[in-house]
């Protein structure tokens, strides 16, 4: 893959395999800094193994991922964690919020594990009236509706202000329109902050929200297309 000098997050060859399964047989990938990128793909295609390389969970067997010029998959655990926290965001189908926590505290998470500012706290809130999910703030995680904690979720993933979100079938738990609301509403707060987007669907109408749409097949990037 030619480097793209505008990429904010790139992967090059990646190859990896879980045992004598083969996961990712030479996927590469650019996203550029504001891009909302959709991977495409039948279950098993390595859609999510490629995001969670991106994401710097995972080390590739081969290949190379860089974040902002430097190489990410070869920085020891410590400092890719630190990375995921200070830089990212992810958001789950099906939201993993901490269920014994409130929604409100669950999105002041990531600027509580920052050591952030009493002042940075107020994004919490603006994000909470955004998302409509005001009136069930002070509600635990686990007494809200799927939709709503999903927003939440959202509203998590943004509130640190990261420079890539990754989301792995954000919508794919929910109804249709509850989903599509989720996702409209991700894209918009990603768009007003700055934020990358990474989006792991096999949905056409969730690659529809995209910049552009990034097929994988037996673990290899095969073709892409501008939404």
């Not at 014994?100 to 009236?129: M, V």
């Not at 709503?148 to 990261?162: C, E, N, Y």
């Not at 929200?209 to 994988?216: L, Q, S, T």
């Not at 097949?217 to 939404?227: H, K, Q, S, W």
């Amino acid at each position: 893959m030619t480097e793209d000098p505008r990429a904010l997050l790139r992967a090059d060859d990646l190859r990896l395999a879980f045992g004598s399964t083969p996961a990712l047989d030479g996927a590469s990938v650019a996203v550029e800094r504001g891009e909302i990128v959709a991977l495409m793909g039948p279950s098993g295609s390595g859609k999510s193994t490629l995001l969670h390389c991106l994401a710097g969970v995972l080390r590739p067997d081969h290949g190379e991922v860089w974040w902002e010029g430097r190489r990410l998959d070869t920085l020891p655990e410590r400092r890719r964690s630190a990375i995921r926290l200070e830089r990212f965001g992810f958001v789950f189908q099906f939201g993993d919020l901490v269920p014994e926590l409130t929604l409100r505290e669950n999105i002041l998470l990531p600027l509580r594990l920052l050591r952030a500012p009493r002042a940075d706290f107020q994004r919490a809130d603006d994000l909470l009236d955004r998302l409509e999910l005001v009136e069930v703030a002070s509600r635990r995680a686990a007494e809200v509706s799927g939709g709503q904690a999903q927003r939440a979720a959202v509203a998590r993933a943004l509130v640190h202000r990261p420079g890539v979100v990754f989301a792995d079938e954000p919508t794919g738990a929910l109804d249709s329109v509850t989903g599509e609301i989720v996702l409209t509403t991700l894209v918009q707060l990603a768009r007003d902050h700055g934020s990358s987007i990474i989006i792991v669907t096999h949905d056409h109408r969730v690659a529809a929200h995209a910049d552009r749409e990034i097929v994988i097949r037996d673990g290899r990037t095969t073709a892409e297309v501008i939404a």
